[in-house]
């Protein structure tokens, strides 16, 4: 992480009290998240307990302002904080629900809601006493966001609303759900509304836990709305704008959520060289066989590539660029990376990387998610084209 890279206006250069913060990031990390996390990720259990240590030393509040309870931390520190906690810690579930909530119910809040709700829900998210959930994804639609056969119907002061969400994130612990839903039939993309729904509401109903291949330790679950009646004052924005607030939030989480993998990514790469020059096969350390160092390059030339990536989608976002070139690149490139020096890893380490107690083919369960959240690998690559002025 040291150094500078300096492209047009960009200057990845660090300074002291960046590199300050980094260090007490890895080291609050290190020294308060990672006990027990093989039994909670056999477990599938989400602590709560480190989910309000995180929010104590500030995580939560990171991109917040500080009139909402936050800390205003600019995003390029920001990033570099995720990244050091990625790299702190080894429970990447938990590391997960606090992107969810960061980038997709947070942000939303701050640039679409009214004051009123930005009181009301801000300060609990960056302090912890409140968990956000955002529930977008339907069993029916899943790349195609916008197929949403969840209803609103305005009635007087208040919203109904009818329909099922799945794979949310924090379901099971939120306090507050960002829902989706379409208030104008035929409209597309253009009927879609957002709705901020408080737990306990009568008529939304939170389903069992969803056992998942990795981030078990991320609770997620189906939500399902029946009847459900919310004062019109939840509604996140004007009616109609559910797209654009949707697009902002997926700008925002391709570009910052593997920021934490970038992290854990540099871990891999340290506990592999470290392996491979310990490790000795027909008299001689395993990393002076070309084939295993060759591995070793390649999971360097990706973390160095991945984390530039991720400096220039997060630059980028901070110029409040509406673009969606730069999180597309950095979602589809970071994730592939990560899951191809995981397997990496896994093949330096043997039979000793298949085993699940020395905690090497965690990162491959954890990071094959990378490939499918916040639009999959293959919409990625469409985004992408449509950038270049193709048409696929």
Sequence with gaps: MEGSLGVGNMDFGLTEEQFDLRNATIRFAQENLNDDVFSRDKSSEFSRKKWEKCADFGIQALPITKQHGGSSTDLMTTMLLMEALGYGCQDQGLLFSLHAQMWSVELPILNFGTEQQKTRYLPGLCKGTLIGAHAMTEPGSGSDAFALKTRAEREGDSYTLNGSKTFVTNATEADLIL?????????????????????????????????????????????????????????????????????????????????????????????????????????????????????????????????????????????????????????????????????????????????????????????????????TTEIQRVIIARCLGLSP
């Design 179 to 375: 829902a989706f839903a379409t208030v104008a039939s035929g409209q597309g993309m253009w009927g879609v509304s957002a709705f901020l729904v408080e737990r306990g509401t009568e008529g939304c109903h939170i389903g069992k836990k969803l056992e998942k291949m990795g981030l078990r330790t991320s609770p997620m679950a189906q939500v399902s709305f029946e009847n459900c009646r919310i004062p019109k004052d939840n509604l996140l924005g004007s009616e109609g704008q559910g797209s654009a607030i949707f697009a902002h939030s997926m700008a925002w989480e391709r570009s910052c959520i593997l920021a934490t993998t970038v992290g854990a990514m540099q871990r891999q790469l340290e506990k592999a060289l470290a392996y491979s020059k310990e490790r000795r096969q027909f008299g001689k350390r395993i990393g002076d066989f070309q084939l295993v160092a060759s591995k070793i390059v390649d999971m360097k030339v990706r973390l160095e590539t991945s984390r530039l990536l991720l400096y220039h989608a997060a630059w980028r976002q901070s110029q409040e660029s509406k673009t969606t070139l730069e999180p597309a690149l950095a979602k589809l490139y970071i994730s592939e990376c990560a899951v191809q020096s995981a397997l990496d890893a896994i093949q330096i380490h043997g039979g000793y990387g298949y085993m699940s107690e020395f905690e090497v083919e965690r990162d491959l369960r954890d990071f094959l998610g990378g490939r499918l959240y916040s639009g």
